[in-house]
């Protein structure tokens, strides 16, 4: 179903609540489908089961209100902060701790094996740190050159 056909609203309690002219679907939840290589594109809303109540095709697409609502939701459930430099690492051998820059400020991970470093694409790397924190390098090729010399002693 397209989300046209519902309204979307939070409830007392902070939940997403999809009002259809025939059912109301309490806690619904925003899933993308592609949430690194097309993030607008895609969003399911599911129920509490997981089964699909509405399908976005584009983020863009929506009214400002539902959208902010969608992205608000979103950005709770999802936390991936994107590496913009490598300052540092403690050993070329793993288990190794990273310091680190991202867009969320700076930070250290500790990196269990090079196996913990996928790559995406050509330029996309998603790197999981020891706790399961997945950070993200959307394009290393426009890393500084320092940050390109420690990651490649890792790939």
């Known amino acids: 179903m397209k989300l046209s056909e519902y309204k979307l609203e939070r ?3 902070g939940r997403v609540v999809a009002i259809g002219k025939d059912q109301i679907y309490e806690s619904v939840i925003p899933v993308r489908a592609f949430p690194i290589t097309a993030a607008d594109e895609g969003v399911a809303l599911v129920d509490g089961h997981g089964h699909e109540v509405a399908w976005i095709d584009n983020l863009v697409e929506l009214q400002e209100s539902e959208r902010t609502l969608i992205e608000e939701e979103l950005a709770s459930r999802e936390f991936m902060p994107e590496i913009k430099r490598i300052d540092k690492v403690s050993s070329f051998a793993t288990p190794s701790t990273w310091q680190i820059q991202t867009n969320r400020g700076e930070t250290s ?10 790559r995406l694409s050509l330029a996309t790397l998603l790197i999981t740190d020891s706790h399961g924190i997945h950070f993200l390098i959307r394009d290393r090729l426009i890393l500084d050159h320092h940050s390109n010399r420690l990651l490649d002693r890792f790939l």
């Open 11 to 13: 409830n007392a309690f």
């Open 109 to 118: 991970l500790i990196l269990k094996g090079e196996e913990d470093i996928r």
